[in-house]
């Protein structure tokens, strides 16, 4: 007669909730700074007053599959520090991903944040991120989180691991829009 069995297996990876840490391994780490930043903000006399090795923000991503697999997830977080570069405020690099149709999660851990979402047609909208809140990122939409709070920001990321990520397309054309400080608010304003 066949038989079958059965074991537990420990969860290798664990998320802290508060702070949307991950400890577990096979984890790259990645910490991006004002100096990394060049013609990312408007205001680009006002980044190069910084100093260079202030962190802006960082990511832990998990890929286990690697980034070639269709079908594939992977797992991160980005943490995105206060501050502003002039009226701007911090914010990630930004990106479409490589392959067009590819969406995204994103879980709001901690602080307030600025979801930025810009179609193919340049069209921005933004959502705001708290603990809790859930974002979906469609296919075809470029997507950066702002800082718009006076504490860290941090969320958690699913994506698939063959979407790849196309800089290049934000570094040449930037978003439609910023967000930027108005008379003490944070405001969408058209770039
Ligand atoms: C990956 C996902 C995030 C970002 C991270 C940093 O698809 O959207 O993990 O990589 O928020 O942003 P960026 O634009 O520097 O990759
Ligand atoms: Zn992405």
Partial sequence: M????????SATMRVDYTSAQITGRDLLERTTRIGDLQAVFADEEARLELPPETPV???QAHIPAGEAVAGALSFGN?????GRVGDEYYMTRGHFHAKRDRGE????????GALILMDEGRRTCWERMEPGTVHYVPGHTA?????????PVSFIAFWSSDAG????????????ARMREVEG???????
């Fill in 2 to 9: 066949k038989q079958s069995s059965s074991s537990e297996a």
């Fill in 57 to 59: 923000y960082r990511v």
């Fill in 78 to 82: 980005t943490v995105i520090e206060p």
């Fill in 105 to 112: 999660y994103y879980l709001g851990v901690s602080g307030v």
């Fill in 143 to 151: 997507h950066r989180v702002a800082n718009i709070g006076s504490e």
């Fill in 165 to 176: 990520h196309d800089y290049a397309t934000i570094a040449s054309q930037g978003f439609s």
């Fill in 185 to 191: 608010e944070p405001t969408l304003v058209p770039a």
